[in-house]
């Protein structure tokens, strides 16, 4: 596969444009949480139940898209995971009763699992391996621009349109982008599937990866990492309410505020591990030290309990979603530097799995701790080690990150 610089951005831009629509998608029911409850009578139990049944269906879900990512290529896994979640959004403007939700909600779990490891691959395949970790930063970066979205315009469609017109508007979007896609990649051939009577090790199957230690130091990683992501993303709506009396529109500049933390993280990992791997410095130092700064950063994460001021709260919520999406990024590069790029997907894949395993746990148990009249509190002591356990795990099992192919510095 020969890709002009101009066709490889063009790509990327869609690629990015995909994990805005995926984090979109799946905030608008945390969004607009405080109207769908008094709508619909919801408990927040109930709540925790359904963020469990999306994590769940996608746990699930992660198992097979990988595999599915790796077989079919970027080429098509990448249509046929965003028109799937996005008629999956759309079936909620038809849910009503808590089963109906139950059903629609794991639905668009098991569909938006299909971008985590496409969207990885994706960029694995076009980028050279010494622009991966900018690739990464800027998906994550940008990526966070639909959760930035998300309190700006949901809650103003919600106020003119009604709450079941947003999951709408937001799912003709997705169909929009599967026939761009098509379009965009007309006539390119990927160099991204496993060749027909390849050796074993090289054919889309869990086996291989599931024996090799690099795959469980990413899983378990994840499991931590990942829990406090799935925290932050459905219950921080939830966590200003109650905190500041915010709802509707008036959540719209904190929570933007907090994810724009979250794009600056990931594009400062990103752009930075970048500039100093070309520089020549050690890839293992790199990646190590990008995650225990990043680490770091999600510490503080308690203090936002004990103070009064909205955006003193804000701007320590704002730093915790830095440091995910910072470590987030540079494990997606991990991945990359570590794996065959015929596995990617399926290693994405199964950390992807791990990873929502671990937010199936934290959003049940944050229902159930804020019906018992816990609060936060315990939730966010389990955030704000998270990731150096993850960290710690890691280095563990990965006591120098090697890559498996030689460091491209040739020009993009």
Known sequence: MILSPRRRWVLFALALSATILNLLDRQIIA??????????????????TLAAWFQGSAAVAFLFTGWIAD????????????LSWS??????????????????????????AMGTPSGIKTIATIFPSHLRSTGFGLSNALGSLGAILAPLAIPLLASLYG?????????????LWAVLWLVATRGIRFDDRPLAGAAPGHAPEYGPILRERRTWAIAVAKIFSDATWWLMLFWMPDFFNKQFGLEGTQLGRPLAL??????IGSLLAGTLASRFLVKGQPLDRVRKVAM??????????PLALYTDNLWVAT?????TLAGHQGFSSTLFGVIADVTPATRVGRVTSFGAFAGNMGGVAIT??????????LGYLPLFLFASVSYLVALGWIHLLLPVIRSVEPLSIAAA
């Open 31 to 48: 969004v607009l949480k405080p109207t769908i409850a008094a709508d619909l009578g919801w408990s927040d139990n109930d709540y925790g």
């Open 258 to 263: 907090a994810y724009t933390g979250a794009a």
């Open 163 to 175: 709450w079941r017109a947003a999951f709408v508007i937001a799912g003709l979007f997705g169909v």
């Open 87 to 112: 008629l999956a959004a759309i079936g909620h403007a038809w849910a009503w009763t808590m089963g109906q939700f139950i059903f629609v909600r794991a639905a668009l779990g098991a569909t938006e």
């Open 71 to 82: 077989r079919a290529g970027v080429k098509w896994a990448n249509p046929l995971g965003v």
């Open 364 to 373: 049940k148990l944050a229902g159930l701790a804020l019906t018992a009249g």
């Open 292 to 301: 225990l700064l990043s680490a770091l950063c999600v510490v503080p994460v």
């Open 315 to 319: 701007l320590i919520m704002a730093l």
